[in-house]
């Protein structure tokens, strides 16, 4: 099962932050990346109904001979990750706020999380927080409207900027020293953040370490492809993508990451 493709998806482009990573660590890899774009956001959706969804992408991706599936996002992580383990044979991947890594380098005792309202509802980050944050002070801001702003390529505009003022400027205030980004759409936000937060303070991106986990995983059930398959030419072509809706947005961002993308590798499908 070496030959086959690295399956991602999320509910929309957020997932290109962990693909970013993924093409990069993984270059002999083929990949399908599945933008559930007709049913984005998640955020507000209720466990039920991303599951459903998560359970038909998942299907799809079996159809094309995937041998492991990155859940690049973390509200779907929250809501289906227990349920696509328990349903298939396959390994899974998931996301979760990279809580535990800031509140270990914390020097104020406090830390920020950004993520959906269906993220911070979820048991996986509960748990986490219990575990690796119980004497840390966690300041939790659901990014309304975030998403959209990716989606509708407002990385940079003064709207964007206001709206995470809102957001990330009580947790400054608050003496927060790390920012997590528990949605893979943030690190698209990653400058204004940044600029908002000031130099003092980390933001915190769990998609290299996504990545790194991916390839562990890879290797260790002897699924990774040998390395000797990898060319710079790959990256480039290495990618099909999907998208339930339209997929003008993904196509746009996912060649600013990578130029020189075939038109071909873009595809609407409807699941
Ligand atoms: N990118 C997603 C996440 O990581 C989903 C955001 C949404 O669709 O609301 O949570």
Known sequence: MKGG????????VGGLSVW????KLLPAEKFLYFSDSAFCPYGPKGQEEITKRAFKITDFFLGRGVKLIVVACNTATAASIEALRE?????FIGM???????????RSGVIGVLATQGTFRGKLYNRTLERFASDIKVIERVGEGLVEM????ERNSSHTEKLLRRYIEPMVAEKADHIVLGCTHY??????????????????????????????????????RDSDEQTE?????????????DYSVLKG????????IPDENFNNQTI
């Not at 970013?20 to 093409?23: C, D, F, Q, R, S």
């Not at 990716?150 to 390529?153: A, F, I, P, Q, R």
């Not at 060649?255 to 020189?260: A, F, R």
């Open 87 to 91: 349903k298939y044979d396959i390994p």
């Open 150 to 153: 990716v989606e509708s390529g």
């Open 233 to 245: 030419s790959n990256i480039v072509n290495s990618t099909i993508f999907y998208s339930s809706g």
């Open 187 to 224: 690190p698209f936000l990653e400058d204004l953040i940044k600029k908002i937060a000031g130099p003092e303070v980390s933001i915190v991106n769990p998609a290299p370490a996504v990545a790194l986990h991916t390839q562990h995983i890879l290797s260790e059930r002897g699924l990774l």
């Open 253 to 260: 961002l996912a060649s600013s990451i990578i130029e020189g």
């Open 20 to 23: 970013k990573e993924l093409i």
């Open 5 to 12: 493709s690295v399956g991602i998806f999320d509910s929309c």
């Open 96 to 106: 979760e706020p990279a809580v535990k890594p800031a509140a270990l380098h914390s």
